[in-house]
């Protein structure tokens, strides 16, 4: 497993990949938690891909990422994350809209709970995801950051 510390405009990001894709991107929260993660870009496409597209995401001239993904979850976890990678830029959906999507309308919760497991912050837009009532809720990376992404995804104004 490979990693690289990426600076965005949320704070620094820790981003891991093997060598069929990223594994994670998360948030880190405070100076005691910095990683002392080496710098292995070079080494790995995967990590200079996603470093390339989050610079351009975060720039507004991306709306679709590429880098390939390799996260490891258990077989509902993938399927909503898949669910996810699947909700346009600038478009928000609810967790029941989720579930329907991967064919389980009932199990808005366990969908709650998958997208919360979610390890690959951004790349699959979690943060997409409102309550039904159109309330931002449920971002592990904070409520601030999430509002942040929606306002620069031109879905918050």
């Known amino acids: 497993m490979d990693e690289t510390i990426y600076t965005s405009p949320l704070g620094q990001m820790i981003i891991s990949s093997n060598k069929e894709g990223l594994t994670g991107i998360n948030y880190q929260e405070s100076k005691e938690s910095q990683s002392t993660s080496t710098d292995n870009r070079a080494s790995n496409p995967h990590l200079e891909k996603a470093c390339e597209e989050l610079d351009l995401y975060f720039k507004g001239t991306l709306e679709h990422f590429k880098t390939p993904l390799a996260p490891e979850g258990t077989s509902f976890q993938r399927r909503v994350w898949n669910a996810l990678?699947?909700?346009?830029?600038?478009?928000?959906?609810?967790?029941?809209?989720?579930a329907e999507r991967i064919g389980t309308p009932k199990a808005y919760q366990a969908v709650g709970m998958a997208n919360n497991r979610n390890p690959i912050s951004i790349i699959v837009p979690c943060h997409r995801v409102i309550g039904r009532d159109g309330k931002l809720i449920g971002y592990g990376g904070g409520i601030w950051r999430k509002e942040w992404l929606l306002k620069h995804e031109g879905i918050l104004l």
């Open 85 to 98: 990678s699947e909700i346009p830029f600038g478009v928000t959906v609810s967790y029941g809209d989720i």
